[in-house]
Nanobody, 115 residues
Framework: QVQLVESGGGLVQPGGSLRLSCAASGRIFLINTMGWYRQAPGKQRELVAAISSGGSIGYADSVKGRFSISRDNAKNTVYLQMNSLKPEDTAAYFC?????????WGQGTQVTVSS
């Protein structure tokens, strides 16, 4: 059974940085797009960043220039480097992986930006 395991969330002061990781494990044949969503209390889920298996990348306007997504296909892992964090970045962050016939989700990791 394939699963996604996230790590790297936590509490950080405004202007600080965090790096999230999401590793897929199990019987993996092919992962297409991997990425990150976030959801803050009382707000809609937002697609933060995504990266295709070929390396094409997209970002939400709210994080462009501050966040950077990357992946290691050999390790089936996607990363989200978050710099210049703002209080409005506070949310639960969920990674996902699009595979043939299904999309997997991580369990979520909390990011809190506060002084």
């Amino acid at each position: 059974q394939v699963q996604l395991v996230e790590s790297g969330g936590g509490l950080v002061q405004p202007g600080g940085s965090l790096r999230l990781s999401c590793a897929a494990s199990g019987r993996i044949f092919l992962i297409n797009t991997m990425g990150w969503y976030r959801q803050a209390p009382g707000k809609q889920r937002e697609l933060v960043a995504a990266i295709s298996s070929g390396g094409s990348i997209g970002y939400a306007d709210s994080v462009k220039g501050r966040f950077s997504i990357s992946r290691d296909n050999a390790k089936n892992t996607v990363y989200l480097q978050m710099n210049s964090l703002k209080p409005e970045d506070t949310a639960a962050y969920f990674c996902y992986a699009e595979m043939i016939a299904t999309t997997l989700w991580g369990q979520g990791t909390q990011v809190t930006v506060s002084s």
